[in-house]
């Protein structure tokens, strides 16, 4: 007996699990059993009977799963009857609008949202963005955390004014130090002075899933996590340990950051994260006369959002103040929120808190 190139000696549990793998989640290249969600399975005597379990969603997306699963069932050998169960969390545990299948099976207690921000190479701003961000949001009420995942370079310590030991709980879990309302882990606060790490990834791996598992978080309604410039394999590594939500691209508006951004994108997607929309640093330098300098050109993130069809979050201008007040400790949110360097970053705050739900 064969079933799509495969020799299946019988109808078996087995076997109806490796038939389940080409049902891909609605809107993911992944399939429902990668993603955890076949719950049981039986096969007896030509009859197929499966449940599943669903950790968000709505009854509209529940149909349509059950409409694959029984088409795909009803399309293997030797099966006479199918039934296909497809639960849905308990309103009490739906917690509204949550979009990844994996976000709530393999989240962090207490985390409402887990969002990278990334960038396909170094230097773009992307740490000053997370500061800024993780600050934007605390300013419009949110509960924030903010993870720096560059293990070899850690600059949140300095950008967010604190460089201190993490305490011990009593459950002896990690205490996150925090500054301007936004609680903080970074491989910097472990380090004496500028000693280096010399690590491979499997290291670098580990310290990233006890970050995130063994730190006391508390209650937090968005968690950012400040990933290290590039695509290899510790960044793909990183986005299939965390259960993240989504991903922000930050990038600057010339062609030789946007070739990279792409791969940024591709990484994303290999991984099944969607992406929130990106970020155009750099965007341009305005002299104290008024006159608008295009340093590294214009418009690029935004056209390239265009041509991913993906949500264009907003761009932040080369401000002096914003440098400045990275160096002091003060993310410019904090040290200016209502002048036009701390309201850039203050919008697209709100553009994707909006986009988070």
Same mark, same amino acid.
């Given at each position: 007996m064969?079933?799509d190139g495969? &020799?299946?000696?019988?109808?078996?549990?087995d076997?109806?699990?490796?038939?389940?793998?080409?049902?891909?989640?609605?809107g993911?290249?992944r399939?429902?059993?990668?993603? !955890?969600?076949?719950?049981?399975?039986?096969? /007896?005597?030509?009859a197929?009977?499966v449940?599943?379990?669903?950790t968000?969603?709505?009854?509209?997306?529940?149909?349509? $799963?059950? /409409?694959?699963?029984?088409?795909?069932?009803?399309?293997m050998p030797?099966?006479?009857?199918?039934y296909?169960e497809?639960?849905?969390?308990?309103?009490?545990q739906a917690?509204?609008a949550?979009?990844?299948?994996w976000?709530?099976?393999?989240?962090?207690?207490?985390?409402k949202?887990?969002?990278?921000?990334?960038?396909?190479? !170094?230097?773009?701003?992307?740490?000053?963005t997370?500061? /800024?961000l993780? @600050?934007?949001?605390? &300013?419009?009420g949110?509960e924030?955390g903010? #993870?720096? @995942?560059?293990?070899?370079?850690p600059?949140?310590?300095?950008?967010?004014?604190? /460089?201190?030991?993490?305490?011990?709980s009593?459950?002896?879990? #990690?205490?996150?130090?925090s500054?301007?309302?936004?609680? $903080?882990?970074?491989m !910097?606060?472990?380090?004496?002075?500028?000693?280096?790490?010399i690590?491979?990834?499997?290291m670098?791996?580990?310290?990233?899933q006890q970050?995130?598992h063994?730190?006391?978080?508390?209650?937090?309604?968005?968690?950012?996590?400040d990933?290290?410039?590039?695509?290899?394999?510790?960044? #793909?590594t990183?986005?299939?340990?965390v259960?993240l939500d989504?991903?922000?691209?930050?990038?600057? *508006?010339?062609?030789a950051?946007?070739?990279?951004?792409r791969?940024?994108?591709?990484m994303?997607?290999?991984?099944n994260?969607?992406i929130?929309?990106?970020?155009?640093?750099m965007?341009y330098f305005?002299? *104290?006369?008024g006159?608008r300098?295009?340093?590294?050109?214009?418009g690029?993130?935004r056209a390239?959002?265009?041509r991913q069809?993906?949500?264009?979050?907003?761009?932040?201008? $080369?401000?002096t103040?914003?440098?400045?007040?990275?160096?002091?400790?003060?993310?410019?949110?904090?040290?200016?929120p209502?002048?036009p360097?701390g309201?850039?970053?203050?919008?697209?705050?709100?553009?994707l808190?909006?986009? $988070?739900?």
């Amino acid at each position: 007996m064969t079933w799509d190139g495969y &020799h299946l000696p019988m109808l078996t549990e087995d076997s109806v699990k490796l038939a389940l793998q080409s049902v891909k989640y609605p809107g993911y290249s992944r399939d429902i059993v990668s993603f !955890g969600l076949v719950k049981q399975i039986s096969a /007896n005597n030509g009859a197929v009977s499966v449940q599943i379990q669903l950790t968000s969603g709505t009854p509209e997306l529940a149909q349509q $799963l059950k /409409n694959d699963c029984e088409h795909v069932l009803r399309a293997m050998p030797d099966v006479k009857a199918v039934y296909v169960e497809v639960k849905l969390p308990a309103p009490a545990q739906a917690g509204g609008a949550a979009t990844s299948p994996w976000s709530q099976q393999a989240g962090v207690p207490g985390i409402k949202r887990i969002v990278a921000v990334a960038s396909g190479k !170094g230097g773009v701003g992307k740490s000053t963005t997370s500061v /800024n961000l993780a @600050c934007g949001l605390r &300013h419009l009420g949110a509960e924030v955390g903010l #993870l720096d @995942c560059d293990i070899y370079g850690p600059s949140i310590p300095l950008m967010m004014g604190i /460089n201190e030991r993490p305490t011990i709980s009593e459950r002896e879990k #990690l205490v996150p130090p925090s500054n301007h309302g936004v609680k $903080l882990m970074s491989m !910097g606060f472990l380090l004496d002075g500028d000693a280096p790490v010399i690590w491979r990834g499997p290291m670098i791996v580990k310290t990233i899933q006890q970050f995130i598992h063994s730190v006391e978080w508390g209650q937090l309604d968005y968690l950012l996590v400040d990933l290290p410039p590039g695509t290899g394999d510790a960044q #793909l590594t990183l986005c299939q340990t965390v259960p993240l939500d989504g991903g922000v691209i930050v990038t600057t *508006p010339q062609e030789a950051s946007l070739g990279v951004v792409r791969k940024g994108i591709a990484m994303f997607a290999k991984v099944n994260v969607p992406i929130l929309g990106i970020v155009e640093n750099m965007s341009y330098f305005q002299t *104290p006369t008024g006159e608008r300098i295009e340093i590294f050109g214009h418009g690029g993130g935004r056209a390239e959002a265009e041509r991913q069809n993906l949500p264009f979050l907003g761009e932040i201008p $080369l401000f002096t103040e914003i440098r400045i007040s990275g160096d002091r400790g003060i993310p410019v949110v904090v040290s200016a929120p209502t002048e036009p360097s701390g309201q850039a970053f203050l919008r697209i705050a709100a553009a994707l808190k909006q986009k $988070l739900g």
